[in-house]
């Protein structure tokens, strides 16, 4: 309860504080007149006007750059304290200047809010910062209320907050308020700071570190240093009024190194996790950091430290953190982030769009004022920017405008997508190509108003085109195509002589295309109906590719089912693992269905000989009765099992062996001897049902034809491949009658698994002296299913 108390006490000393420090920079703006005016000593002792603000009161009672300053309130002007100590006639009723036609002119600065304050000064000066520092605190109060327990949100909010009063104490320090350009000089600096314990703070969670506590440690004395310093310059005469541009220039350096190493930190982060899920991250807070930041450090901070002029007004280049709220704010409050690379190739192709036309405007300008001369880069410059922002946000209101607004008034150009749709949904039953062109056919008949669609075939080996017509159009098209046969790609639309084609389909050497005839209105096709024509022929030519490996694999399956002896490995494997899944079918089936069945059965019938008093004689039928479903229970279990072992590939190979082989023991007369020796690496799933397959069928024709004592098992891994050997002391069999008994003993099933998985099996065997079984199989298979070269023809539509 106590620590809740202080903490609610310290909240309201800290918003009474900056309460009244809001109160006293608010009656400064309203009481001093902003003059606007930056001085510079010259040698000589005079002072010279280096540069004036635009919404200064300086400007429009005429001063010029290169004026000289007399006397400030009836004294020299080196005797008035602000241009003593900051260089700045700021919070002076009068002055004398001298014009550089050498004509001198008095000066009067009404204080407190009179006529004399332009509106552009209230808005510079009141308005805009105001706003901001309403933004940044809304931001901070809502974000506070959300998550207040967060420590990464309360850096945020308090990093916000230093912004937002930075921002309006700005238009004080340009007064050269002490108060006002104090809280500018040491707190500003702290900014970086704060931005990088919160991105410390926040990526505790993704156990990141973003910045190390040495590096941190460095810029906190730095900037601690330059603030006592600044302090001890603005409240003291410890310092002579030299001391002033140094303090100035390490203010303004302070501020590039934290902006530099902050940029610097998100740049290294992002290329550090660019392939992890933080990626879209960083590239967020790196562009967002950028786009707030780089404004204000390229176009005021870098010239100023160079001893130039302010590319574009403070007021301006503050403008873009406003930035920083939205997408912090976002970022802490949202589960998800925003699509970061749609909004960055959005940006790039609009300001690149928008170069040239600013450009132009700008030079158009210049022509028509014709007074280059008399304006300086920096103004040339300056009104570039605003006409190249202006139109790169006009190109990003006019998509927004678009997506709302078209769809409703241009509803005719809509109807291309309503065909995309249905033709999706059409070609989705298609299973025939004959029913892909009348789908095809049908769809670009209802659109266009044409009079010929026709399918075409060009095979530009055989140099022909199918069907040949007889008409000067159809041969002037053919003869067109055969020209232009070796350029054709798929899903492209082409200008014909006598209208378009869209190649919709490749054949090995053979094209398919659809042959569209010029419009019977007699205009061109238009943009927007090439784009539809385009994107159908892709989604055609998808269509047709599926269609096509189809026709190929059973034209594939035909072939290898009529020949006698030999089948593709790939075939073979497709069939077994066809036969596995329907195995695994069947056993689930037979597990939860008749087995199910057969437990209740047995359990009712067990309970009603518990519960009921019956003659010996019944007792004894229904015992027999109990008996035989236990057997049935035990058979649809067994045969589960030889459906689909359980848990085969999480046993591996020897121990699904070493347990086909116990059960194989407790029902059989001979001895089986199973040696295993270590396997360095695992098999896979399709080789593990492999084997186990062939040791449950030889151990099965063992059983039935071998008349054997004893059977070994083997299995070994060496040199990339696998050994398994079979051998027993049966009777044995003539291995050149081999062939015929093949489909008594099942061992063509075994053949043909070897063969399946791209191995060689050996048969050893002579009448009285046993079986031997020799299996090799490669850890690694490389037949393709392409075998006809449906690989080699295929494409991608991109």
């Known amino acids: 309860m106590r620590i809740r108390l202080r903490q609610s006490l310290a909240v309201i000393l800290f918003l009474f504080i900056i309460t009244f420090f809001l109160l006293y920079l608010t009656v400064v703006m309203f009481r001093q007149p902003f003059i606007g005016v930056e001085i510079k000593r010259e040698l000589g002792g005079h002072y010279i006007v280096k540069s004036l603000e635009p919404a200064g009161q300086a400007l429009a009672k005429g001063m010029t750059v290169g004026d000289r300053i007399i006397s400030v309130d009836h004294k020299p002007t080196g005797q008035f304290d602000n241009v003593r100590k900051f260089l700045s006639i700021e919070n002076a009723s009068s002055i004398v200047v001298l014009h550089s036609n050498q004509e001198e002119q008095t000066i009067r600065f009404e204080k407190g809010w009179s006529r004399e304050h332009s509106g552009w000064e209230l808005f510079i000066q ?14 901070s109060i809502f974000l506070y209320l959300k998550r207040k327990d967060d420590e990464a949100a309360l850096m945020l909010i308090l990093f916000f907050i230093t912004i937002g009063l930075s921002y309006y104490s700005s238009a004080a320090s340009y007064l050269r308020d002490p108060v006002g350009i104090s809280f500018i000089y040491v707190v500003l600096p702290f900014v970086p700071i704060l931005f990088l314990q919160f991105m410390n703070m926040y990526l505790k969670r993704y156990h990141v570190t973003f910045i190390s506590v040495s590096l941190q ?34 203010y303004y350096g302070i501020l590039l190194l934290g902006n530099f190493i902050c940029v610097y930190m998100l740049v290294r982060k992002f290329f550090k996790h660019r392939y992890t899920k933080l990626s879209s991250l960083f590239k967020i807070t790196l562009s967002s950091h950028l786009v707030a930041f780089t404004p204000f450090a390229t176009m005021n901070l870098l010239p100023l430290f160079v001893g130039g002029e302010q590319i574009l007004p403070a007021a301006f280049t503050a403008l873009f953190l406003f930035v920083l709220p939205v997408v912090y704010f976002y970022l802490l409050t949202s589960n998800k982030l925003f699509d970061i690379d749609f909004i960055l190739t959005r940006f790039k192709y609009y ?104 399918f075409l075939l060009v095979d530009h080996i055989e140099r022909e085109v199918t069907p040949s017509g007889d008409t000067h159009d159809e041969q002037e098209t053919a003869g067109y195509l055969l020209q232009i046969s070796d350029k054709l790609q798929v899903g492209e639309v082409i200008s014909l002589p006598h209208g378009l084609g869209l190649v919709i389909g490749r054949q090995r050497t053979r094209f398919h295309l659809v042959w569209i005839g010029s419009k019977t209105n007699h205009t061109r096709f238009n943009s927007d109906e090439l784009r539809w024509l385009k994107t159908m022929a892709n989604y055609a030519s998808i269509v047709f590719e599926n269609l096509y490996l189809i026709e190929g694999l059973i034209e ?23 036969s596995e899944n329907e195995r695994r079918k069947l056993a689930a089936d037979l597990h939860d269905s008749a087995l199910q069945d057969q437990l209740i059965w047995y359990r009712k019938l067990e309970s009603l000989m518990m519960d009921y008093d019956m003659p010996d004689a019944l007792g004894q039928e229904l015992e027999s009765i109990k008996e035989g479903l236990l057997d049935v229970i035990h058979q649809i279990r067994e045969t589960c ?98 062939n015929a008994s093949f489909e008594h003993m099942g061992l063509s099933g075994i053949k043909e698994r070897v063969t399946s998985l791209e191995g060689e099996v050996t048969f050893r065997s002579q009448r009285g002296s046993g079986l031997e079984v020799v299996i090799q199989l490669p850890e690694t298979m490389t037949t393709s299913r392409s075998e006809r070269g449906i690989m080699r023809d295929s494409y991608l539509i991109s």
């Open 641 to 738: 099992n030889e459906l689909r072992p359980p848990l085969l590939k999480e046993m591996g190979i020897v121990e699904a062996v070493e347990s086909i082989v116990e059960h194989t023991q407790m029902r059989v007369n001979f001895a089986v001897e199973f040696r295993a020796k270590p396997l360095p690496r695992p098999l896979n799933e399709e080789q593990i049902t492999a084997i186990y397959r062939i040791v449950q069928e030889l151990l099965r024709n063992a059983d039935k034809h071998a008349q054997a004592d004893r059977i070994t098992l083997e299995i070994e891994q060496k040199n990339h491949n696998i050994f398994f050997r079979y051998t027993d002391d049966g009777i044995g069999m003539d291995v050149n009658q081999m």
């Open 351 to 454: 300001t690149s769009l928008a170069f040239v036309p600013a450009a132009l405007v700008v030079g158009c300008v210049a022509i028509v004022v014709n007074n280059m001369e008399e304006q300086s880069w920096i103004s040339w410059f300056q009104i570039f920017v605003v006409v190249y922002i202006g139109m790169t946000l006009f190109l990003y209101g006019k998509e927004l405008i678009d997506n709302r607004f078209r769809p409703k008034l241009f509803k005719a150009m809509y109807s291309y997508q309503d065909s995309l749709d249905r033709f999706s949904r059409q070609i989705a039953r298609v299973m025939k190509r004959a029913d892909l062109e009348t789908v095809l056919k049908r769809e670009i008949g209802a659109l266009l108003p044409v009079a010929r669609i026709e």
């Open 126 to 139: 009141l308005v805009i910062s105001g706003i901001s520092l309403f933004v940044f605190c809304a931001f």
């Open 556 to 578: 594939d399956l035909e072939s290898e089912v009529r020949k006698e002896q030999t089948t593709s490995p790939w075939v073979l494997r497709l069939l077994f693992c066809l």
């Open 217 to 250: 440690s460095f810029l906190f004395s730095c900037v601690t240093f330059v603030g006592l310093f600044s302090l001890l310059y603005i409240w003291t005469d410890l310092f002579s009024s030299e001391m002033f541009e140094y303090i100035r220039l390490a």
